[in-house]
C-alpha cells in the first residue's frame, strides 16, 4: 500500500511511462484514426515525453512532486509534436498546475491533479472531439476522482483503478 507519492516516485512514473510509449509506439500509431489516419500519435506522443525523460533524468531524487510535475510540463510543452503531443503536454500542464508547491501528493491531490489536466486540455482545444485521447483521459481521471470520492487512500490502487477505466475507454 502507497499513501504518497514523492517527487522521486512521479519522476520514475513518467521515465516508466516514456519507456512504454517507446516500446508501444507503433500500436499506439495504429490507433490513429482521426481526425485523420496519419498514424502519427505514437511518434508524436514519444518525442513529447522524450522531452520530459531527459529532463526528469537530470533531477535529484529528493526533488519534490511538485517540482518534478513541473519539469515535465515545461519540457513537455517545449518539445511537443503534433497534435496528441500537444495535448500530452497540456494534460501535464494542468497536472503541475495542481501540484505546484506540493513536497508530496496523496490519493485525493493526485486525483484532483489528474482531473486538474483534464480541463486544462479540453480548455486548450477549440472543438474537442470524444473518441480521442481527450475522453480516455477524462474518463480515467474521473475513476480517479470517484475511487478516491469512495474512501480509497492507496495510491497505486487509485491509478491502477484509473488505468483500468482508461483501458476500457479506449
Known amino acids: ?6 517527487g522521486a516516485d512521479l519522476r520514475r512514473m513518467i521515465i516508466s511511462a516514456a519507456a512504454n510509449i517507446e516500446i508501444h509506439k507503433q500500436q499506439l500509431n495504429d490507433l490513429n484514426v482521426f481526425p485523420v489516419p496519419d498514424g502519427d500519435t505514437g ?23 511538485g517540482t518534478a510535475a513541473h519539469t515535465a510540463a515545461s519540457a513537455m510543452l517545449r518539445g511537443a509534436r503534433g497534435n496528441s503531443g500537444v495535448i ?3 494534460l501535464f500542464r494542468g497536472l503541475s498546475k495542481a501540484l505546484k508547491g506540493h513536497e508530496t501528493a496523496d ?7 489528474m ?4 480541463s486544462a486540455a479540453y480548455k486548450a482545444v477549440m472543438k ?12 480515467a481521471a474521473k475513476r480517479a476522482v470517484d ?6 487512500t492507496d495510491v497505486e490502487r487509485v491509478l491502477e483503478e484509473s488505468i483500468r477505466e482508461g483501458y476500457e475507454a479506449l
Do not use: H, W
Request: hydrophobic share 50%; glycine share 6%.
Open 1 to 6: 500500500m502507497k499513501q504518497i507519492i514523492y
Open 43 to 65: 511518434t508524436n506522443m514519444g518525442m513529447t515525453i522524450a522531452a520530459a525523460r531527459r529532463e526528469l533524468e537530470n533531477l535529484p531524487d529528493d526533488c519534490t512532486v
Open 88 to 90: 500530452l503536454s497540456l
Open 107 to 113: 490519493a485525493a491531490t493526485f486525483a484532483a491533479a
Open 115 to 118: 482531473q486538474e489536466g483534464v
Open 128 to 139: 474537442p472531439a470524444e473518441g480521442t485521447v481527450l475522453t480516455v483521459s477524462r474518463l
Open 147 to 152: 475511487v478516491v470520492a469512495e474512501g480509497e
